[in-house]
């Protein structure tokens, strides 16, 4: 009976496990943490942590890392009415 148990446990560890992804916190793909311009800083929402912002290459927009309760999350930087914050238009 044991083992039927430990059969169905073990792939539901593996699945568990593979949910768990660091955010990067400087330097690779996502490019270094920047000093955010004042034309960017007076634009952006308030309740946004622009010491942790960066510019991704893949976009060419700000990104920032916002710390909850629960986990940490790479979020775009935004205006106060949504948009997000670029250096080069999309596309």
Same mark, same amino acid.
């Given at each position: 009976m044991t083992r039927a148990k430990a059969f169905f446990a073990a792939p539901l560890i593996l699945l568990g496990l593979a949910a768990c992804e660091p955010v990067p916190t400087s330097g690779g793909p996502s490019g270094g943490i920047v000093t955010v311009p004042e034309s960017v800083s007076s634009i952006? /929402?308030?309740? %946004? +942590? &622009? *010491?942790? /912002? !960066?510019?991704? *290459?893949? +976009?060419?927009?700000?990104?920032?890392?916002? %710390? #909850?309760?629960?986990? =940490? =999350?790479? &979020? @775009? &930087? !935004?205006?106060? *009415? #949504?948009? @997000?914050?670029?250096? !080069? @238009? /999309?596309?």
């Open positions: 952006a /929402a308030p309740f %946004q +942590d &622009l *010491s942790t /912002a !960066r510019v991704k *290459s893949e +976009d060419g927009c700000y990104w920032y890392t916002h %710390q #909850g309760p629960v986990e =940490t =999350t790479e &979020l @775009p &930087l !935004r205006t106060t *009415s #949504g948009n @997000p914050i670029c250096v !080069r @238009p /999309a596309g």
